[in-house]
């Protein structure tokens, strides 16, 4: 049922928050939504996570996630945004020169710098808290101020359709609940 033993169920779970720099809405395009949904397939695939729920809005992400096995949070969580940003620049690159431009920085380890400087991980120990931030998480692109889709499980940068209506669109994703179990067969 549950992915791991149940000793372990919220042993290296977190909600976790990426913020672009600024607050420009740099992912705004599809394209690079993709390139931070194909960073969630490559981590689960290889096991190195459970992704439970995430969303994905033009200025930030959010995501509840679980470290499997012997990886560590602060090691996967680079290699993710290494691999978003690095994507993400390239296309820039080569087809946005002057968007590029804005998130040019002054420092010895790298040239430009797309979102803060870490991601904001909050540890959670609880189903109430499970609960409460895998529906924030949902909820967020219904919000007043996005008003990105009528409904949450409309939104498709989303897990709230998975969770809703059983949709099957993000392979990487794990049911918190029910685990490999979800959807239901029959």
Known sequence: MYPGNLSSRY?????????????KHLL?????????TDSFEFLAKEQSVWIY??????NH????????????????QLRLMKFVAQNIKFDLQANHPAV???FKVQRRDRQYQFFKERPLSIPIFTD?????KIGYIH?????????????????EWSSAGFYTNGDL?????????????WPPCG
């Open 11 to 23: 042993s290296d779970l977190y909600f976790t928050t990426a913020t672009v720099k600024d607050w």
């Open 28 to 36: 705004k395009p599809d394209k690079y939504k993709k390139i931070i």
């Open 53 to 58: 729920a995430f969303v994905i809005m033009p």
């Open 61 to 76: 992400f959010h995501w509840v996630w679980q470290m499997q096995g012997e990886h560590n949070l602060s090691h996967t």
């Open 100 to 102: 590029l431009e804005h």
């Open 128 to 132: 109430k808290t499970a609960e409460q």
């Open 139 to 155: 909820q967020n692109p219904i919000q007043e101020k996005w008003r990105l889709a009528a409904a949450s499980e409309e939104y």
């Open 169 to 181: 669109h993000w392979p990487f994703l794990t049911h918190f609940w029910y685990g490999e179990e």
